[in-house]
């Protein structure tokens, strides 16, 4: 009959021997059996091996509880030299699928909208290093993440009356900032900004809103293609409009916003949010 300490060590191998042989290969389902609080959700991924025994064993991870999903790709790395420690670095890109559906792609570590309760599979080419060196290996790994959190109430929402922007013509655009929550305050900050060396301006009238200063003081420079304005009087049901004029030459680029905002326990460090708004294209 087997003591408990071999049958441990049964157990133990059994448990790393699939990790060992994946190179890389779909790392096993991460479940929760019931909705779960914020956290971070991993599963593993993938070894990579390098010719001279080095390994990097890859796990990627989701950050839920926010309205954005957090990706990121851990690693542990074994160099030549077993008696070293290694710390690791992991860099790359990562895509992201659902029901088949690609759902969006990135950097490391990035992040998208959060689509809710699934499974989520996630692919990433990775590049991992060591600290010291001694490690350096490339390569794709993938894992299912399996979650089960619902999505997060949406606080504000951004809206524009036009989405379509004309080449050699200027658009006057309405954004709507609206704040649907008692939570929080009525501070908030929408920045738009085109695509650099196209000669588009975006500017306005609003004493609320400025083309932000480049370059160091005493510079007087402005961006003309990106404007901020800022908003302290949001409150639910009372929507803040900004009006823009956004001026397209024969070069088109699209506009991208960014809604920023308090949320509440203001004086801890990482109490901000960010919130996508609409994307104007051009034709």
Excluded at 56 to 80: E, K, Y
Excluded at 129 to 139: E, I, N, R, Y
Excluded at 151 to 178: E, F, G, P
């Amino acid at each position: 009959m087997p003591t408990r300490s071999s049958t441990l060590r049964t157990l133990a191998g059994a448990a790393l021997l699939p990790l060992a042989l994946v190179t890389p290969a779909w790392g096993q389902s991460a479940a929760a059996a019931a909705p779960e609080a914020p956290g971070t959700l991993c599963a593993a991924a993938g070894t990579l091996h390098g010719s001279h025994g080095e390994q990097a064993q890859v796990s990627l991870c989701a950050d839920t509880g926010s309205p954005r999903l957090n990706i990121t790709a851990p690693a542990l790395c074994q160099g030549a030299d077993t008696k070293v420690t290694y710390a690791c670095r992991t860099e790359g890109t990562w895509e992201v699928r659902r029901a088949g559906k690609s759902l969006g792609t990135g950097s490391l570590p990035g992040s998208r909208l959060y689509a809710g309760p699934g499974a989520y599979d996630i692919s990433a080419t990775v590049r991992v290093k060591s600290a010291p060196a001694g490690v350096d290996l490339k390569g794709t790994v993938r894992a299912t993440l399996s979650l089960t959190a619902p999505v997060a109430k949406a606080t504000h929402i951004v809206s524009v009356d036009k989405s379509v922007l004309r080449r050699n013509a200027t658009t006057t655009v309405t954004y709507t900032i609206r704040r649907d929550s008692d939570q929080g305050d009525g501070n908030a900050r929408l920045g738009m900004i085109g695509e650099e060396g196209t000669g588009m301006r975006i500017r306005s009238a609003d004493r609320r809103c400025v083309n932000p200063l480049v370059g160091r003081y005493p510079s007087k420079t402005r961006l003309a293609h990106s404007l901020d304005c800022t908003v302290t009087e949001l409150q639910p049901g009372h929507p803040e409009k900004i009006k823009v004029q956004v001026t397209v030459g024969a070069k088109c680029s699209t506009v991208v916003s960014k809604l920023g905002y308090w949320v509440p326990q203001g004086q801890s460090m990482y109490t901000g949010a960010m919130l996508e708004g609409p994307k104007l294209t051009c034709r």
